[in-house]
């Protein structure tokens, strides 16, 4: 489906700046279901499963429901979904990710 590579990419390309953080090893998936590694540090993929705790509870507590394990976290919008409404979860997703990190 066009909406679904459309929209995924997109996703994607937000999900990828979460790299400037530096615990961010790898986006992977296809098209809106798509998947963040997180590493201590990117130099040795070392798991962080302490950043994956703090947001479970910093998503939660952003109003933000998502699969969140110690060492990844994934995102499946719905495919209705429009532009704005991927913008209004990247900003939930950036503000939980640097309430984490900063608990961490």
Do not use: C, H
């Not at 798509?34 to 302490?50: D, I, M």
Request: proline share 4%.
């Amino acid at each position: 489906d066009q909406k679904a590579r459309r929209l995924g990419q997109y996703i994607r390309s937000k999900l990828e700046g979460l790299k400037k953080y530096g615990v961010v090893r790898e986006v992977r998936g296809k098209g809106v279901l798509l998947g963040v590694e997180l590493v201590k540090e990117t130099r040795t993929n070392q798991p962080f499963p302490a950043l994956g705790n703090a947001l479970k509870k910093t998503a939660l507590e952003n109003g933000l429901i998502m699969r969140i394990d110690p060492s990844w976290f994934a995102v499946a919008p719905a495919l209705i979904a429009e532009e704005s409404d991927l913008n209004e979860m990247m900003g939930l997703i950036e503000k939980s990710f640097k309430e984490a990190l900063d608990r961490v």
